[in-house]
T-cell receptor, first 113, second 113 residues
Framework: DADVTQTPRNRITKTGKRIMLECSQT?????MYWYRQDPGLGLRLIYY???????NKGEISDGYSVSRQAQAKFSLSLESAIPNQTALYFC????????????FGEGSRLTVL | AQKITQTQPGMFVQEKEAVTLDCTYD???????LFWYKQPSSGEMIFLIY??????QNATEGRYSLNFQKARKSANLVISASQLGDSAMYFC??????????FGQGTILTVHP
């Protein structure tokens, strides 16, 4: 099983619908992140959390909200999806080690029609 | 603000040849880390190599090496003896404060037989 698991892996929805992307991890890391990937733009940070009581906005948080339900769970919500939120979404974790590298989930491909 | 720039949208290389993927960065922080990730067509993000700003030696991991030129603020990835399986999108990223990574736009590498 993957250390960082995202559900759903693929979702097609309609404009105005509420969508939740879920992320769970077994790595024991405190830090969790949500990124979105768009062609030509790389990965951009939506939200990040350093522990259960800590939530921070990234560079593109408008239209999104998050919930850190436990150390191992970090969910991303789109309250009212719009077509320009069509993207590949990644959850990632990191620890306080020397490199602080990110460990990514497999990605959730969201299409908003 | 931190910025990562990858100026090569696409690169081509012959199998068994070496290839350099360019990455420049901008930060006013003295302590930072630089990363390269690989994203195959299947979509997952694979960590390749890390270089710390205070590391005196260029990082190497198997066929991957990072050509770190601090004064020029560049962190190019060198892949030696390219293989067909190296065909993928490659992202350069930088970590400064609070563990967040900022990503470049990516370079698509195609390895020809």
């Amino acid at each position: 099983d993957a250390d960082v698991t995202q559900t759903p892996r693929n979702r097609i929805t309609k404009t105005g619908k509420r969508i939740m992307l879920e992320c769970s991890q077994t790595k024991g890391h405190d830090r969790m992140y949500w990124y979105r990937q768009d062609p030509g733009l790389g990965l951009r940070l939506i939200y990040y959390s350093f522990d259960v009581k800590d939530i921070n906005k990234g560079e593109i948080s408008d239209g999104y909200s998050v919930s850190r339900q436990a150390q191992a769970k970090f969910s991303l919500s789109l309250e009212s999806a719009i077509p320009n939120q069509t993207a590949l979404y990644f959850c990632a974790t990191s620890d306080f080690g020397r490199t602080g590298e990110l460990f990514f989930g497999e990605g959730s491909r969201l299409t908003v029609l | 603000a931190q910025k990562i720039t990858q100026t090569q949208p696409g690169m081509f290389v012959q199998e068994k040849e070496a290839v350099t993927l360019d990455c420049t960065y901008d930060t006013s922080d003295q302590s930072y880390g630089l990363f390269w990730y690989k994203q195959p067509s299947s979509g997952e993000m694979i960590f390749l190599i890390y270089q710390g700003s205070y590391d005196e030696q260029n990082a190497t991991e198997g066929r991957y090496s990072l050509n770190f030129q601090k004064a020029r603020k560049s962190a190019n990835l060198v892949i030696s003896a390219s293989q067909l399986g190296d065909s993928a999108m490659y992202f350069c990223a930088m970590r400064v404060k609070y563990g967040k990574l900022t990503f470049g736009q990516g370079t698509i590498l195609t390895v020809h037989p």
